[in-house]
């Protein structure tokens, strides 16, 4: 779907990708960085607006720097900050946005009833957008993305703004459109808990680096460590944790729970936390292999930004 | 709220393989829907009161010159087309003024600008055609008192020979005033995104320059230094406008007597300033995209 080799990007002395070699291919895609990593900006280039330093991209097989105007017929982009005008219903304006994507009159109102279905927008879509809630504005800006049938979708930021409801939702949403629409897409986020969630393929930018592109249940794997929870307060919990780290193993408590990091040595971690938990008398609730998360790609590949 | 009754039936998603239009067919997709926006078309009622308020304002008095060309019998319109213009140049700069923001400042402001670049339409193609649909909407608002005044005229008996030739330059003249007014509003409209800001400023630009210009040139005639009322006239389109219909006979009245010279620089400079107008627009819509 894309392939970038060697975009940087540069505002005066500010370098806002750095030789970024990606490729994304079909289902979700997520986008992860911090606020400034580059993402919205790595988005505006694929699409055409922007024109990077150097370096080359493919988009669906054509070129960024020749051929922008195909790419954009062919991809959808739901933008992260409000576009929508006040004054219109969704209805017309969805329809409007169709045809300027090219589509003919009557396809371009079907397509729009369709989308706004799909979405979730129903009766609210006869009128105006200036009284929608933010719930109800990412969803009119997903359909304007999704109108025209396109094959590769980049959504910036989609659940912005949401409450946590809104929020499942509208993941869900995004792994309809590339499990069930048969949409690529790309989708960006701050928050990287979000996006382990919904798709197949995670890359991760850092201050307009690559940190790391692949799988998300490579990212997602697990550690080899455990989580543990005993009966009693926070001072059982201490108490079995500081037991527990006199035998040579590393624990930290994670919320009401004991997280073990993996042992160094084959050991039997599992006989040791009963023996542990017998001698001083706590009783066990669970124990529990420890998965990593997208989070700690930044704990352990050294982030430069928070 | 009544109960649901239907039932949806979620079919799935459905593709679209149906055929898609060239950027010329968008572009001119993009053009009639800003021509119907400039006159309220397909947006809320309250949009449409004061264009149609104006272009009323505008037509009724030639309807009243024709009504007394018939009953008085004259052999000539006592006002010709281009004077007529210059008598309703109040209400085609509001008009311009007005809506230009419609056209301008509304996707700037909305920012759903990004939404009409993420599509196949390049910037500078976008500009252009938000311009022509301007410039149309002017054309279309001096356009129809003067076929009013030209028609009415014919039926009223007047001379096919005498009128058409004048009737068809103060048509041309209009197309440069169109492209001018369309091209200096809308550039101010999409610098000024507040509508009122946008308004005002293209009223002091137009309306209150040109009524400066009108008097430094009757002083100027006054006094009899031509010079000064011919290079005055340069900064308004309006003057431009009335000093070449008084030279080309396109039924025209001015204050200024233009020599030949003079005209072409008049023409010359419209050109220019609308050329410039345009390069700047193309500019700013290429600026935001890359934003």
């Given at each position: 779907m894309i392939d970038t080799s060697g975009i940087t990007m540069r505002f005066g002395t500010v370098e806002a990708l750095t030789a970024l070699d990606i490729s994304v291919g079909d289902g979700v895609t997520g986008l992860v960085g911090a606020n400034g990593a580059g993402k919205s900006t790595?988005?505006?280039?694929?699409?055409?607006?922007?024109?990077?330093?150097?370096?080359?991209?493919?988009?669906?097989?054509?070129?960024?720097?020749?051929?922008?105007?195909?790419?954009?017929?062919?991809?959808?982009?739901?933008?992260?900050?409000?576009?929508?005008?006040?004054?219109?219903?969704?209805?017309?304006?969805?329809?409007?946005?169709?045809?300027?994507?090219?589509?003919?009159?009557?396809?371009?109102?079907?397509?729009?009833?369709?989308?706004?279905?799909?979405?979730?927008?129903?009766?609210?879509?006869?009128?105006?957008?200036?009284?929608?809630?933010?719930?109800?504005?990412?969803?009119?800006?997903?359909?304007?993305?999704?109108?025209?049938?396109?094959?590769?979708?980049?959504?910036?930021?989609?659940?912005?703004?949401?409450?946590?409801?809104?929020?499942?939702?509208?993941?869900?949403?995004?792994?309809?459109?590339?499990?069930?629409?048969?949409?690529?897409?790309?989708?960006?986020?701050?928050?990287?808990?979000?996006?382990?969630?919904?798709?197949?393929?995670?890359?991760?930018?850092?201050?307009?680096?690559?940190?790391?592109?692949?799988?998300?249940?490579?990212?997602?794997?697990?550690?080899?460590?455990?989580?543990?929870?005993?009966?009693?307060?926070?001072?059982?919990?201490?108490?079995?944790?500081?037991?527990?780290?006199?035998?040579?193993?590393?624990?930290?408590?994670?919320?009401?729970?004991?997280?073990v990091d993996p042992p160094p040595r084959d050991l039997s971690l599992h006989a040791l936390v009963r023996d542990t938990a017998a001698d001083l008398g706590l009783g066990l609730v669970r124990i529990q292999p420890d998965q990593a998360h997208l989070e700690d790609v930044f704990l352990t590949q050294g982030a430069t930004h928070g | 709220m009544a109960e649901r009754t239907g039932v949806i039936h979620d079919i799935g998603y459905r593709g679209y393989d149906g055929p898609r239009e060239g950027t010329g067919a968008l572009a001119l997709t993009l053009y009639v829907t800003g021509l119907r926006h400039a006159f309220g078309l397909g947006r809320s009622g309250r949009s449409k009161v004061l264009p149609f308020l104006l272009l009323g304002l505008g037509v009724v008095p030639a309807v009243i010159v024709v009504g007394v060309v018939t009953m008085v019998r004259l052999n000539s319109l006592p006002v010709s087309y281009a004077a007529y213009l210059g008598q309703i140049q109040m209400l085609v700069t509001l008009f311009a003024a007005a809506q230009a923001p419609v056209l301008f400042s509304r996707d700037l402001r909305h920012r759903s600008i990004v939404l009409y670049l993420a599509r196949p339409l390049p910037p500078a193609l976008f500009a252009l055609t938000r311009w022509a649909s301007l410039a149309s909407a002017i054309l279309v608002f001096t356009l129809l008192p003067t076929l009013v005044l030209y028609g009415g005229g014919l039926l009223a008996g007047l001379d096919t020979g005498d009128e058409t030739p004048v009737f068809l330059r103060s048509v041309a003249l209009q197309l440069m005033l169109a492209a001018l007014l369309a091209g200096i509003t809308g550039l101010i409209s999409s610098v000024a995104l507040r509508r009122g800001f946008a308004v005002v400023a293209s009223i002091l630009a137009l309306i209150v320059v040109a009524g400066v210009v009108l008097i430094v040139q009757e002083i100027a005639a006054y006094e009899g230094i031509e010079a000064v009322g011919e290079i005055a006239g340069l900064f308004s389109p309006w003057a431009l406008h009335n000093g070449l219909a008084q030279a080309w006979e396109a039924g025209g009245r001015s204050t200024i007597v233009l020599t030949d010279a003079w005209a072409w620089t008049y023409l010359a400079t419209a050109l220019v300033v609308c050329a410039a107008c345009l390069a700047l627009l193309v500019r700013r819509f290429v600026k935001v995209g890359s934003r």
């Open positions: 790595l988005i505006k280039i694929l699409l055409g607006l922007l024109e990077p330093t150097s370096g080359t991209a493919h988009v669906l097989g054509h070129d960024i720097a020749t051929e922008s105007a195909e790419i954009r017929r062919l991809v959808g982009y739901m933008p992260e900050h409000d576009c929508l005008p006040p004054d219109v219903s969704a209805s017309d304006f969805i329809v409007h946005m169709a045809r300027m994507s090219g589509l003919p009159a009557t396809a371009a109102r079907e397509r729009a009833a369709d989308t706004l279905r799909h979405v979730g927008l129903d009766e609210e879509r006869y009128r105006q957008m200036g009284g929608y809630s933010t719930g109800m504005k990412q969803r009119a800006k997903l359909a304007q993305a999704l109108v025209h049938d396109p094959s590769l979708v980049f959504l910036d930021e989609p659940t912005n703004g949401l409450d946590p409801a809104a929020r499942i939702d509208m993941l869900q949403l995004v792994q309809r459109i590339g499990r069930d629409f048969g949409i690529a897409v790309l989708v960006t986020s701050h928050l990287l808990g979000e996006l382990e969630k919904v798709s197949d393929h995670v890359i991760v930018l850092d201050g307009g680096r690559l940190l790391q592109s692949s799988a998300t249940s490579d990212f997602t794997q697990h550690t080899g460590g455990l989580l543990v929870e005993v009966l009693g307060g926070d001072a059982e919990r201490d108490a079995f944790g500081e037991a527990l780290a006199r035998t040579g193993l590393t624990c930290r408590p994670r919320g009401q729970l004991v997280a | -």
